[in-house]
């Protein structure tokens, strides 16, 4: 098997199924440390597989991608031949966004597609990005507005405390500038490469499980509904308790979702897409 700076490690060969993980904008594949044990814990016979992307935790010294298209580009190379076997994905906020797009250029091309792909935390492509900067109130007055490039143009100390009220930022991390200097730019630079994402496509010949949090402030449960549209192979849609991070904070009612999802595609044969 082929090595590649956005997994951890070698996937393991004799996995029925691996389920690769996106990070939410400004996270990393730490979010998903837990998974692996969890969803041992739970039966569910799985390769978990975080997606490192460049430019946070142990890839902090390269160059973050701002633009979504090339960074799919290079993820459809680096994984390919990870994505050759039967696998999921999951992907959470900003990640439900770069597994849609890595899924659309697959699909065209007529590469191997994923048993199911659950999409959690993210408005349907047709619908316009959520953003920090006017998304969510912060109780410090109005936000800055975007940036002429779509960029979140909001102050730092703005930004930060719109992560605090969505849930992605201790509290207490306000009263640490040095590591918010270290974060905000990683959160900056995963905004604009979601206001780059252009035009959605088509629907997708995989099925969609979706989540919501019923107390999500930044994307309301219809506007996650609204990914039915591109549900080519059907649709299932959760709504979870907790905000934006319940991914974080209710990890373990998300995962009792997932592991019967993995038990359920696991058996499966891995479906391959005419190119389109």
Do not use: K, N
């Not at 109130?137 to 009220?165: E, I, K, M, N, Q």
């Not at 490469?193 to 496509?201: D, E, I, P, R, V």
């Not at 979702?257 to 359920?264: D, G, Q």
């Amino acid at each position: 098997m082929t090595t590649t700076e956005y997994l951890a490690r070698a996937p393991r060969p004799h996995a029925p199924v691996r389920l690769l993980c996106f990070p939410f904008a400004g996270g990393g594949a730490s979010a998903y440390a837990r998974w692996q044990h969890e969803l041992d814990a739970r039966g569910a016979s799985v390769d978990v597989l975080p997606v490192r992307l460049p430019g946070r935790e142990g890839r902090s010294g390269e160059p973050r991608f701002t633009e979504l298209a090339p960074l799919v580009v290079e993820l459809d190379e680096e994984l390919d031949e990870v994505l050759a076997s039967p696998h999921l994905l999951y992907g959470h906020s900003m990640g439900a966004l770069v597994a849609y797009a890595l899924m659309r250029r697959r699909q065209e091309r007529g590469a191997p597609l994923p048993r199911a792909a659950l999409l959690a935390a993210y408005r349907a492509p047709h619908l316009p990005p959520p953003r920090l900067d006017s998304d969510i109130d912060t109780g410090a007055g109005a936000g800055a507005g975007p940036g002429a490039d779509g960029s979140c143009a909001a102050s730092d100390s703005d930004l930060a405390r719109a992560l605090v009220a969505l849930g992605g930022l201790p509290e207490a991390l306000l009263g640490h500038p040095e590591w918010l200097r270290a974060l905000l730019p990683v959160v900056r630079d995963d905004l604009a490469l979601c206001a780059s994402a252009g035009t959605a496509g088509g629907p997708l010949c995989v099925p969609l499980h979706l989540f919501a949090g019923a107390d999500d402030s930044l994307v309301r449960t219809s506007e996650v509904t609204a990914w039915r549209r591109y549900a080519a192979r059907g649709c299932e849609v959760r709504v979870l308790p907790g905000g934006h991070f319940f991914l974080r904070t209710h990890e373990g009612w998300l995962l009792d979702e997932v592991a019967p999802l993995v038990r359920r595609y696991g058996g499966r044969r891995t479906v391959h897409a005419a190119a389109s």
